[in-house]
């Protein structure tokens, strides 16, 4: 079995002999770690993509808009996760951003993860009929594990969900009330024995 080390490594070289530059080159490399840490295909779907970009003009995105659309073919996943990382604060004031006809979205899956942990908010994370909810680059939760994943997406949503709590006021106050028996009521006996209680100046 192979090292996560290996893995981000070898993708990183083999982006960068694709004529990715070294600084495009390493985020792969750690966006494709991250797939195969998590259990999905990375380094089968950079392949498939490496060997479709040698016969396809992917278009790339640069400056992202709340609906992106390519003006000719496909849009490049890897551009576009690398320009999705560097914009990330602009574009979660956006709440929402959506994109027509990306290549290998999965390649676009890592890059939304190590953005939902800068911003420290989940992202959620259409294409098609597809879902992943992502959590601060922790896990990604998806009912998509062991099935092929598209070469290209029609349409895919960027959300930026906000942080709330997953439960009521109500269940809060009742669990608070039953932590509160586990409280010491402080007495005489428990304040001399406190800390730095009893020490004397000698001075």
Not at 95 to 101: D, G, N, V
Not at 126 to 151: A, G, M, Q, R, T
Request: charged share 25%; glycine share 4%.
């Amino acid at each position: 079995m192979k090292s996560l080390s290996e893995i981000e490594t070898t993708s990183k070289r083999a982006s960068r002999a694709t004529g990715f530059s070294w600084g495009v080159a390493e985020e792969v490399g750690k966006s494709v770690r991250i797939l195969e840490l998590f259990g999905f295909p990375g380094i089968r779907n950079l392949n498939q993509y490496y060997q479709n970009r040698n016969n396809e003009n992917f278009e790339n995105l640069n400056l992202i808009n709340q609906n992106n659309k390519p003006s000719k073919s496909i849009f490049c996943p890897i551009t576009l996760g690398v320009s999705f990382l560097d914009q990330i604060r602009t574009l979660e004031k956006l709440k929402k951003c959506t994109f027509e006809r990306v290549a290998f979205p999965l390649l676009v899956l890592p890059f939304l993860s190590r953005g939902s942990e800068v911003i420290g908010k989940k992202i959620l994370f259409k294409f098609d009929e597809h879902s992943f909810l992502i959590n601060l680059n922790v896990n990604i939760f998806s009912n998509f594990f062991l099935k092929e994943f598209p070469s290209k997406a029609k349409n895919i949503e960027v959300s930026f969900l906000e942080n709330e709590d997953t439960f009521s006021d109500e269940d809060w106050k009742n669990l608070y009330k039953l932590s509160e028996e586990t409280f010491v009521e402080e007495t005489d006996s428990l304040k001399e024995s406190a800390a730095g209680a009893g020490l004397t100046d000698n001075d």
